[in-house]
């Protein structure tokens, strides 16, 4: 009895850990982004699928890229979420990039419950900034 106790207690306790899952459709707090988060490989990456911009015009470029050879490439379907490891609950060593000042960022992606999470971009730590996005489907 004292076993089957045990083997409940311990199956209960497992279920949150895998319960979320960072994959899927995310909104982002800003111009009504929203970001597909997917699994590449043994990592997690995430394409930009729409915001207010691309809603306004759907070829929008990503012209504040620091490179200017990349400026002409639209923000629809970008990828800006790359190279994340680790999960399920929290994805380190990744980057993001922030189309609006052209720049990537190191970061890291932390599930908050099933639908939050925390996107922490830094330039060099300590200065970072987090973002709270909410899973839209």
């Known amino acids: ?23 899927g459709s995310w909104a982002t707090p800003t111009k009504n982004g929203i970001v597909e988060i997917n699994k ?25 890229n620091s490179n200017a050879s990349l400026r002409s490439r639209p ?10 490891s680790g999960g399920p609950a929290e994805w380190t060593g990744g980057e993001i990039y922030n189309a609006e000042d052209g720049k990537t960022y190191s970061a890291t992606l932390t599930l908050d419950g099933d639908n939050t ?5 830094c330039v060099i730590v300590p200065f970072c900034k987090t973002q709270t996005w909410t899973r839209s489907r």
Do not use: E, H
């Open 1 to 23: 009895m004292r076993t089957l106790l045990l083997a409940a207690a311990l199956s209960i306790a497992a279920v949150p850990a895998f319960a979320a899952d960072v994959t």
């Open 40 to 64: 590449c490989g043994n990592s997690v990456c995430g394409r930009l699928v729409s915001s207010d911009g691309i809603k306004a015009d759907p070829a929008l470029k990503d012209v504040n």
């Open 75 to 84: 923000l629809k379907g970008l990828q800006i979420l790359q190279g994340f």
């Open 117 to 121: 999470l925390k996107v922490r971009g």
